[in-house]
Each structure stands twice: as structure tokens, then as C-alpha cells.
T-cell receptor
Framework: KQEVTQIPAALSVPEGENLVLNCSFTDSAIYNLQWFRQDPGKGLTSLLLIQSSQREQTSGRLNASLDKSSGRSTLYIAASQPGDSATYLCAGRRGGGADGLTFGKGTHLIIQP | NAGVTQTPKFQVLKTGQSMTLQCAQDMNHEYMSWYRQDPGMGLRLIHYSVGAGITDQGEVPNGYNVSRSTTEDFPLRLLSAAPSQTSVYFC?????????FGSGTRLTVV
């Protein structure tokens, strides 16, 4: 059974810093891995999706990497802004079926103005 | 607006009551799913559907029923609510690899 762990559970940094959020997974037979953002009282917004054949994906100030051999993914946020404050979730999907995503518990990120 | 619409946004039930959480999408996605989110835990899959007339169980299906009579709608039914079903429920649809989530239903069972 796939298990997804996110470290740290919470993070508070000053505005402008670059930061890294970590995600580890136990099943290397991962089909893809996604990073989501969740704002309080809201749904999830997809940020980046990395296929198992890819090493990284970039969108604006966000860069996500995937290392299947070590069971790790990272989300790099450059030049953080207060608007980046949210909970960030990573989720892995196994291939070969219609089963859903396995989520980590999330990292609660606060960017101090 | 295109996307996934969930109703109601908030609901309080008494133990033993039944209710249906509604989910509708207007993107013609074949795949739809329900998750629950509890404090200190990741989202967990309840049920999913790969198309009209087809449903299957996820990780935590007990106490919930689903049906999929149309592509657009995927309701989640609680037949006899229990306090353990207090949670935030999210509906999601998928086309290809990309998921679209609704804004959630916060359910409290007292």
C-alpha cells in the first residue's frame, strides 16, 4: 500500500526566501505525482504534475522534482510571497487502474510579510 | 463557471439521519471520485466512478453509497450518519491526468 509523507508539517518563513517542501512515498511503482495547494475552506488547486518518466516540472516560481529510486519529490518555491501561504499537498497515483490518489498530510506554509 | 460544484457547503446531521451530498461537473469528465479529509490525515478515497453506470470502492467506503446515472452527477449518500463521518468531503473529476476538485462540503454529525 502506498504511503505518502510530507515534511515539514508546518513552515513559516519571511517573504522573499526560497524554500523546499518535501514529499516521500513508499511505492516506487508510482505512475505520477501531483502537488496541490489548498487554501482555508477551499478545494484543492493542482499546481504541478510529474509523470513517472519525468524528473521535474516547472510553472512560474514553482519547480517540482521526482526521484522514483529514492521515493522522494520536492516542491521548490522561489522568491516566496505572502500569497503563497497555504497548505501544500502531494499525492501519488499508481498505474494500471482507476484507483485514486494517495495524499500526504500536507505542509502548512506561512509566508511572513 | 466550468468546474466541479458541490452542495451543500455545510451540513449538520443527527446520528442516524440520512443525506445526499451532491456533486456535479460540466467538463464532460468520465472519471469522478469522492474523498474525505480529516484533521491530521491526508485525503482518503471513498468511492470513484470511471463513467456512467460504473462505480467502485476506494479506501474507506463503509457507510457510504454512490451511483452514477449521468456523466455530470456523482452523488454520495450517507444512509445512517455516524459521528465518525464528521469530515470535509471533496468531489473530484479527472480528464487525462489532471484533477479538478470541488470546494468541499463540511459535514458535522452530532
Amino acid at each position: 500500500k502506498q504511503e505518502v509523507t510530507q515534511i515539514p508539517a508546518a513552515l513559516s518563513v519571511p517573504e522573499g526566501e526560497n524554500l523546499v517542501l518535501n514529499c516521500s512515498f513508499t511505492d516506487s511503482a508510482i505512475y505520477n505525482l501531483q502537488w496541490f495547494r489548498q487554501d482555508p475552506g477551499k478545494g484543492l488547486t493542482s499546481l504541478l504534475l510529474i509523470q513517472s518518466s519525468q524528473r521535474e516540472q516547472t510553472s512560474g516560481r514553482l519547480n517540482a522534482s521526482l526521484d522514483k529510486s529514492s521515493g522522494r519529490s520536492t516542491l521548490y518555491i522561489a522568491a516566496s510571497q505572502p500569497g503563497d501561504s497555504a497548505t501544500y499537498l502531494c499525492a501519488g497515483r499508481r498505474g494500471g487502474g482507476a484507483d485514486g490518489l494517495t495524499f500526504g498530510k500536507g505542509t502548512h506554509l506561512i509566508i511572513q510579510p | 463557471n466550468a468546474g466541479v460544484t458541490q452542495t451543500p457547503k455545510f451540513q449538520v446531521l443527527k446520528t442516524g439521519q440520512s443525506m445526499t451530498l451532491q456533486c456535479a461537473q460540466d467538463m464532460n469528465h468520465e472519471y469522478m471520485s469522492w474523498y474525505r479529509q480529516d484533521p491530521g490525515m491526508g485525503l482518503r478515497l471513498i468511492h470513484y466512478s470511471v463513467g456512467a453506470g460504473i462505480t467502485d470502492q476506494g479506501e474507506v467506503p463503509n457507510g457510504y453509497n454512490v451511483s452514477r446515472s449521468t456523466t455530470e452527477d456523482f452523488p454520495l449518500r450517507l444512509l445512517s450518519a455516524a459521528p465518525s463521518q464528521t469530515s470535509v468531503y471533496f468531489c473530484a473529476s479527472k480528464q487525462g491526468q489532471g484533477y479538478t476538485f470541488g470546494s468541499g462540503t463540511r459535514l458535522t454529525v452530532v
